[in-house]
Every structure is written in structure tokens, then in C-alpha cells.
């Protein structure tokens, strides 16, 4: 233990720059930028994985409880399909993109190269430690740059983990990890990055803000929010109920960006749909949900305190229909569905991340849309369950949210043809697939021309004459431009 406190205490200032100018001059080198070295590393990271599952399984247990399949299914094997769609698709990605010129620049041609941005820091989050640390770092190595990985220190087991496998399996000269807390991370925020990715809430994101805007260094936040499920009547509400759970307490007990905040169904249904969980929720976790090995813990005392805070407000308490039970000894709290909370109570105010679900009531499913927009805040996620044309036609039309879902919760997040950010207060660029690929990628743009057909008309002296012949060049009009050649005006 005192060793490792040595060890941190060494990543001061001095080390961040140090650290950053060795990946810097590997980066100049040339050496990230080759399809060999990317395909390398990827074909790596995927050995890694295979190689090493148990141990990883093993420290998200240790960080989270979390269970067996949520960290094969939701971390390994999501991070693995990451890999293989990059080596896939990567020599593609990389091709120049062909475009169209105009008239203006007759004769030319045009494309579109991306080029990686250079040496790059992503900050990670303890909820998915291990999918949410390296599924940047696969568009980072896709794209060609050097990277420097910061995990939470949150999840302590999963960042050691990592720190010992990327050295092991990765090009040590071109991607580090370094691990620590606000020290260590305080001191790469005051290097110069050519983009920074950060994962977290947006407290901390705009601490990075702020840091990486004395670099004009660009920014990707993916942060959080209250994400909301509008229920309306007519469903398969098992089906429904289903999906909701799966993406509430399914997903790390409710502990995730794009988990379900609240649900705001009618007054007329509500009943129902709280019947529908508790049968549910019985059948998934049993009888004594503290007991169940499917739910994930809550990470830490701090959160488990600061989600009892928000079951114990006194216009809050008295609202909850199932659930409650909490063991403070294991960090345990149950699945647990508050009806009819006040709006202007704790837990409506503030991203919940945790096993807590209030549902909102009004007289017609079609207010909801007005709940969600007068929050004066928009959603990582939005979910809606209907089989109302129109109203899942409004809910698009509607709604502004990083990603919406109609008829199940969450699983967009599979779709690496989706665009996965936020907007406003949930962050702002976007990850996953090709979108990964280019949020670390430069998009240069490269206009050929030969010596012939050299306009004279841009050279002085200015003329009348040449004025109207560049007017409608510039305008892309055939008949303006003979026009002009022939000394005509407009009629």
C-alpha cells in the first residue's frame, strides 16, 4: 500500500508533461498513423479480452457487485464488438472521401482525408469501468492518434486492472494509463491535448471545460440526466414493464447514463402499471430483492447516502409502493417505485443513478411531453411505450434528447450505426462505430487544380466587366456566366 501512495504521489505536474511529450514524439513519428500499427493494436485489445474475461469479471465484481452476464455481456462483449466492427470497417473509414466542386474552381477535383487529431485523453467513469475506458480508446487507435487513459479511481480493482493489461497488450510507446484520483487528474488537464473525452457528470465536465479551453482543445462530454419513460395505456404492459426493468435495474442497478429516471404515465393507468411491476420485479429478484445476486451494489458509501437522502425527504417517503429496503453494511438498496412524487422534491431535481424510479401522473399521456420540456434540462435518453402512431410521431418531433427509444429502453446503445452523445446539459459530440472514428479523426479538406484554365477575371485590375463574369461564377448560373463573357447585363 505504501508503494502504490509513492507511486502516486511521483504523477505531478512535471510527469503529465513529460508523459505527454514522449507520446507526442511517438506521434510525430509516425508510428500510430499506419493500418498495420491500428489493426495491431486492435487485434491486441481483442486477445486481451479473450485472454484475460475471468479477471475482468472478477474486478467489476470487486468495484460493483455487478453480475456475471452485465459484465460479459454489457462490458466485454459490447467492447469486443467495438474491436471487430473496427477491424472491419477501418481501411474504409480510412479512405479518402471523394467531393463535388463547382464552377468557382473549373477544372478541379476535391476530397476529404481524415487524419488523426494527434495524442488524445479520455477520462473514464466507475458505473461500466471497463466498456466506458476502452470503447473510446478503439475509435482513438482507429483514427491514428496516441492516447493517455485516466479510469476512475472509483473502481479501484477494474482501474488497476486495466493499467497492468494495457501495458501488457498495447503499444506502451503510443497508449498509457494512468491511475489516481484528483491529483493525478488535475495535473494531465494542464497539458496541452488535441482532443479530450470525459465520461462522468457535469460537474466535473465542466471543470475539464474550463482546463481544456486554455489549449483550444476540443471536447467530447458524455454525460447524464434524467431520462424519462412515458407509458401510455393500450400496451403489452409485461412487455413494457420488461424492458423498463431490464434498463433500470438490469443495467447496474440503475447506476448508468442512460438508465430510466421516471416514468410519467396517466392517472387512470398508474395502478396498473405499478401491479405489473411488482410482479415483475418479484419475479426477477425474488422476495427479498437485498438477497438477489442479479443486482449490482451501490459503489460506494457516499452514493448510498446520498441516494437514502432522497428517499428520506419527507414529501418523498411516504410515496414509495415497493421497495425501500436498504442494507447500508453491503451497500445494498432494493428496487424500489415511488407514485404520485411532488415534482419539486429532491428527487426530481437532480439525475437519481440508482435503484430509485419515481413515476409522474397527469391527465393525459400527451402533458408528458410538457413535463419533460419544462425540466429546462434534455436527457441523455428518452423512452416511450405506445402503439399511437401520432403520439410516437410527436414524441420524435418533440422531445430533444441525446437518443430516444420507442417500445423498450436502453438498447440503442447496441447500435453502432447511432450517433450515442448528448445535447445541452447531457454533453455534446458523440461517440460509437464511425462516430468514433471521426470524433478522433480531423476531416481536411484537399482541392486539386492543374496550371490550365487560369481565370483571369481574378487578378487585378478590378473591372466592371470582371466583377459581373466573378458574380456568376460565384453564383454557379451557366447562362450568367455566358451573359457576362458577352458583356450583357441582366434584363
Known sequence: MASEVVKKAVFDMESAKELVKELRASFVAGKTKSYEWRRTQLNSMLKMMEENEPQIVAALRDDLSKPELESSIYEIAMLKNSCRLALKEMKQWMMPEKAKTSLTTFPSSAEIVSEPLGVVLVISAWNYPFLLSLDPVVGAIAAGNAIVLKPSEIAPATSSLLAKLVADYLDSSCIKVVEGAVPETSALLEQKWDKILYTGNGRVARIVMAAAAKHLTPVVLELGGKSPVIVDSGINLQVATRRTIAGKWGCNNGQACISPDYIITTNDYALKLVDSFKCELE???GKNPLESKDLSRIVNSNHFARLSKLLDEDKVSS?????????????KIAPTILLDVPQDSLIMNEEIFGPLLPIILVDKVEDSFDVINSSGTKPLAAYLFTNNKKLKEKFVATVSAGGLVVNDTTVHLAEH????GGVGDSGMGAYHG???????????AVLYRGFAGDAFVRYPPYTKGKLRLLQALLGGSILGIIRALLGWSKA
Open 283 to 285: 419475479r426477477f429478484y
Open 319 to 331: 410515496k414509495i409502493v415497493h421497495g425501500g429496503e436498504r442494507d447500508k453494511t453491503n451497500l
Open 417 to 420: 450505426t447511432l450517433p450515442f
Open 434 to 444: 464511425k462516430f468514433s472514428f471521426d470524433a478522433f479523426s480531423h476531416k481536411k
